[in-house]
């Protein structure tokens, strides 16, 4: 059974699909196609993000893994960067007002802890 914290960080294999296809089926940051994973943009999963077309991009697993646990001074730089570029790229897609979206993931947050 699933712990309701977990129900809301987790991507639904509804909002999978729409990333998928809203993002070309490639990374969003190399472009490599095939086998990608839905990752946490704006606020990570660990710090309660949630699991939505809004925070979420495709990512191949390379890109995936250096943004969410860089290792090392070029990988952390990397993950600023590439994490900039996905950013950037959500609030287009999405037309995110980023003020407003990031003061209620703040109070959303806040329940959690």
């Not at 509804?14 to 070309?24: A, L, N, P, Q, V």
């Not at 990752?39 to 969410?68: Q, T, W, Y």
């Not at 590439?82 to 703040?106: C, H, W």
């Amino acid at each position: 059974m699933s712990s309701n914290r977990t129900k809301w960080t987790d991507f639904d294999k509804e909002t999978k699909r729409y990333i998928k296809k809203r993002d070309g089926g490639k990374c969003v940051i190399c472009g490599k196609v095939g086998a990608t994973q839905c990752m946490h943009v704006f606020l990570s999963r660990a710090h309660g993000g949630k699991g939505c077309k809004e925070n979420g991009a495709s990512g191949c697993p390379e890109c995936h893994r250096i943004n969410d646990n860089p290792i090392g001074k070029k990988e952390r730089e990397l993950s600023i960067t590439n994490n900039y570029k996905v950013k950037r790229y959500l609030i287009e897609k999405e037309n995110i007002d980023v003020l407003n979206s990031m003061s209620r993931a703040t109070t959303i947050v806040d329940t959690f802890e």
